[in-house]
């Protein structure tokens, strides 16, 4: 009787182990249309899974994950979230069911001798690391359709690869890859002349573990304590001790052009991090220094700081900022303390139903290897992403949620200072469609245009969440105080996502672009297998 119950109770106790819990991650970036959170894996994540929130020890709906990557995922906020705020997301691994060994106690006693014991507990601690394969492939295709003359409809293929394997045949070895291979069919031969040019591998390393607090990586790689540095070529050594995080970094930048090896580009520095807890609220501190160089001379020396906390209550609080310590005047280099970043946002939460956000950019304009947004939208964003940002939130009533923000900014030598206001309504729980629909409007000013925007957007679920609808349609006019002529578009869109099982998925979008005498479209069609 006590050995059925023992194994009724090894049985069933794996499933009731099998809870959702909660990891979380934080926004490292915000854009016109997303933010892009960075969590410590991405285990069980995928497109069209929702991140959350955390107010009151409940768990809200943030937002929709819109792309994966190796390193961050893109997401379509319903709330509103700033660079820095803390964000979770379901996890629930699989389980194995644990081996039920019968054990003999009648066996004879056989003596070991010092060696086989010292054997035996290094094939212990081998065969106690569980290897694991988990990832993603997928194919894209983009299809940009004109009737413009002299211009032509193109096509375009990318195939993408993320693929991790833990414990390699259950010893310390692991890898990781994410590769992409993009290239447009009548460009073909650009890519037989530099392979590069199609080809881009984001991270391709191997890591051997020493123990569980200290590693070493071989190869290209993405360090998530050092994202500002980009993906380094070369040797990267990480441990922890007790409350601090710190590694070491020697190799080299990818080339500029292509994206691909250049030893040349040699680049060599350091990182600390300290993470607290404080009345169980996360503080993290992270301190690096670099050193790059071009054709081995040094080309930029800088420190790099970045703080976050959560520490006082309603209060989320994230600053980073660069700073140079060498530059070449005249062709001589000097040691100088040039302040050339610097961020800071502050998001405060009195309540669920209100929320107050303040930021300040001072970052470096990103420059994209490749982008699909079109023309419109890249102003836009690059527009609006650097200054002064000012953000409230008010949720009134149950499913209703009113959103505005202002930005500005001022560069010496403009004429006039970039002025950008927006704002939008969103009614989660339409009657008769159970809907989610979302009107918005956005006015912007700058030295050289003065634009407005205004949409609507309407989302929809299908058979609890397999599969997703959207619709979309936005009016924008944009005039150009140069003597340009003035771009005026109506541009609809419309998403289709399928989740086939816990492996597959498929999603497929248009955008239509009409001006007075073009039009644009754009078709998007991507099918991605996960595996675990």
């Known amino acids: 009787m006590k050995k059925l119950v023992l194994i009724i109770i090894l049985t069933f106790l794996p499933l009731l182990a099998q809870t959702v819990t909660y990891i979380n991650g934080e926004v490292t970036y915000k854009s016109a249309e997303h933010i892009y959170i960075r969590f410590e894996n991405f285990d069980w994540l995928e497109v069209g899974d929702s991140v959350f929130t955390l107010k009151n020890n409940q768990y809200k709906v943030a937002g929709t994950v819109k792309f994966l990557s190796s390193t961050s995922c893109a997401v379509e906020p319903s709330i509103d979230l ?3 705020s803390i964000v979770y997301r379901k996890y629930q691994p699989k389980i194995q069911p644990e081996k039920i060994v019968n054990k003999e106690i009648d066996k004879p006693i056989i003596t070991e001798t010092s060696e086989e014991i010292k054997i035996q507990e290094i094939s212990a601690e081998v065969e106690g690391k569980e290897s694991r394969f988990y990832g993603r492939i997928g194919v894209t295709s983009y299809s940009n359709l004109t009737n413009r003359e002299k211009s032509i409809n193109t096509q375009r293929w990318k195939y993408r690869s993320s693929l991790n394997y833990e414990n390699i045949g259950g010893s310390s070895l692991s890898m990781t890859s994410c590769v992409t291979f993009s290239y447009r069919t009548h460009e073909w031969r650009r890519v037989e002349n530099n392979l590069m040019t199609a080809l881009k591998i984001y991270n391709l390393a191997f890591k051997y573990d020493f123990n569980n607090e200290t590693n070493i990586w071989f190869g290209r790689r993405i360090n998530s304590n050092l994202a500002n540095i980009s993906t380094i070529d070369g040797v990267q050594f990480e441990s922890k001790v007790d409350y601090f995080d710190y590694g070491l970094v020697i190799g080299s930048r990818p080339h500029f052009s292509d994206f691909g090896y250049n030893a040349k580009l040699f680049e060599y520095g350091g990182y ?3 993470t607290d807890s404080i009345n169980n609220k996360i503080m993290k501190n992270s301190f690096a ?3 790059q160089t071009n054709n081995f001379k040094t080309d930029r020396r800088f420190l790099y700081f970045q703080h976050s906390n959560i520490v006082i209550e309603n209060i989320n609080i994230f600053f980073s900022t660069e700073v140079d310590l060498y530059k070449r005047e005249k062709g001589e ?7 050339t970043s610097f ?5 405060y939460s ?3 139903f209100i929320s107050l956000t303040a930021s300040y950019d001072a970052r470096k304009n990103v420059v994209y290897y490749e982008t699909y947004k079109s023309v419109a939208d890249s102003i836009l964003e690059s527009e609006t992403r650097q200054g002064l940002r000012l953000r409230v939130t008010v949720k009134p009533i149950n499913y209703l949620m009113l959103n505005f923000g202002t930005g500005y900014r001022y560069v010496p030598g403009d004429n006039e200072p970039t002025k950008n206001y927006d704002g939008s309504i969103t009614y989660s729980r339409v009657p008769f469609i159970n809907s989610s629909i979302t009107v918005s409007g956005n006015y912007l000013m700058t030295n050289y245009l003065d634009g407005k925007i205004v949409g609507v957007r309407i989302y929809k679920d299908l058979f609890d969440g397999l599969i997703n609808l959207g619709l979309s349609y936005r009016n924008l006019v944009y005039k150009f105080t140069s003597g340009l002529a003035d771009l005026k578009q109506n541009i609809f869109e419309s998403n289709l996502s399928v989740k086939f099982n816990d492996t597959i998925y498929f999603n497929m979008s248009y955008e239509g672009v009409f001006e007075e005498t073009d039009s ?10 996960r595996f675990r």
Do not use: E, M
């Open 289 to 291: 220094l670099f050193q």
């Open 520 to 529: 644009f479209g754009r078709i998007f069609i991507n099918l991605t297998k």
């Open 333 to 339: 280099g000097k040691s100088v303390i040039d302040l």
């Open 343 to 347: 961020y800071f946002s502050s998001r």
């Open 350 to 352: 009195p309540s669920r």
């Open 82 to 84: 700033n660079v820095g």
């Open 272 to 274: 600390i991090a300290r």
